[in-house]
């Protein structure tokens, strides 16, 4: 068992992201988990990401707060607990329009081997 404490959690950047801070929580560490990792994003209000898409599917959870997600031209509001699968290719873009900020946790597969 691999415990990181939330004080212990690394920044990252995100490609294609702003107004958002990410700490990955579990992942890319010696004893972490091996097939996927685990990051927490804190959105400001007016911040987001893409469009864009990944080759493999990530889920979100809204912890606080709320995200507009949109494929496809269609738009859908997450709230506190919500959950999404968000497939491998398909394009989105997730944007905070409220004046909280929106806590939300991504769980992603690692990127494939070069």
């Given at each position: 068992?691999?415990?990181?404490?939330?004080?212990?959690?690394?920044?990252?950047?995100?490609?294609?992201?702003?107004?958002?801070?990410g700490?990955?929580?579990?992942?890319?560490?010696d004893?972490?988990?091996?097939?996927?990792?685990?990051?927490?994003?804190?959105?400001?209000?007016?911040g987001?990401?893409?469009?864009?898409?990944?080759?493999?599917?990530?889920?979100y959870?809204?912890?606080?707060?709320?995200?507009?997600?949109?494929?496809?031209?269609?738009?859908?509001l997450?709230?506190?607990?919500?959950?999404?699968?968000?497939?491998?290719?398909e394009?989105?873009?997730?944007?905070?329009?409220?004046?909280?900020?929106?806590?939300?946790?991504?769980?992603?597969?690692?990127?494939?081997?070069?």
């Open positions: 068992m691999l415990v990181k404490r939330f004080s212990e959690a690394s920044v990252y950047e995100a490609p294609n992201h702003w107004g958002v801070t700490l990955r929580l579990q992942g890319f560490e004893g972490g988990p091996t097939n996927q990792w685990v990051g927490f994003s804190q959105f400001l209000p007016g987001g990401a893409g469009p864009d898409a990944t080759p493999f599917e990530k889920v959870v809204v912890i606080e707060g709320e995200m507009t997600i949109t494929i496809d031209g269609k738009e859908t997450l709230t506190a607990m919500d959950s999404c699968t968000i497939g491998a290719h394009v989105r873009k997730i944007e905070n329009r409220s004046n909280h900020i929106c806590k939300m946790v991504v769980v992603m597969p690692y990127p494939p081997a070069q």
